[in-house]
Every structure is written in structure tokens, then in C-alpha cells.
């Protein structure tokens, strides 16, 4: 509920940097309302150049792993906006092989 409060905050201007590491304990929840929050503040509050996006990457690998499509959706949304060179390498076997999903 605060990170949805945060990001209000970034849509009118403010600095959120501060709430960063908040998004990342979202993401790792294994709640999906949760994890909808904490990917929509990964992917509003950070940039390519964020040092806390190398926090996310085990969650990333995590999720594109899980058996809900839901979370492998939110984890291939959030590499599509934010991935660096050192996370693709890292995350694209998992990548890959939702690209040659049928489900």
C-alpha cells in the first residue's frame, strides 16, 4: 500500500528514490498482488544505470521459473523495460525458453 503511495508520488514529480529497495522486497513476496506492485515500482522507479537492479536479477531468474504464467509475465515485462547487457546474459536461457513455449 505505501509503494502504490510512492509511485503517486513519482507520477507528480517527487523523488522516490528512496523507495527502491521497497520495490525489490515486493518483488521477492511470493504473494502475486504483491509482486504486481513491487515490478510496477521496479519498472517506474529504476533505470538501466540503478545499482539496486543487480538485487533483482535472482528474483527475476525465480519468477520466469515459476508455474504461474501471471509472475513469468510480470518477470518478461520487467526485462523487457529494465534489463542491462549483464542481466540478459544472466537470464537468457530463461528467456528462451518461454520463447519457445506453447502455453
Known amino acids: 500500500r505505501n509503494v502504490a ?3 503517486f508520488m513519482h507520477m507528480l514529480g517527487y ?3 528512496f523507495g527502491q529497495l521497497e520495490c525489490m522486497k515486493l518483488v521477492a513476496s511470493p504473494h ?3 509482486k504486481r506492485i513491487g515490478y510496477l515500482g521496479m519498472m517506474l522507479l529504476l533505470s538501466e544505470q540503478a545499482d539496486v537492479l543487480m538485487l533483482a536479477t535472482n528474483s527475476l531468474k525465480n ?3 515459476s508455474d504461474n504464467r501471471f509472475i513469468s509475465g510480470l518477470a518478461l515485462c520487467a526485462i523487457g523495460n529494465l534489463a542491462t547487457a549483464d542481466m540478459s546474459r544472466d537470464l537468457a536461457p530463461e528467456v ?3 520463447l519457445g513455449s506453447s502455453k
Request: proline share 13%.
Open 32 to 34: 502475486f498482488p504483491e
Open 15 to 17: 523523488p522516490t528514490h
Open 5 to 7: 503511495k510512492l509511485l
Open 63 to 65: 519468477d520466469l521459473n
Open 96 to 98: 528462451d525458453k518461454h
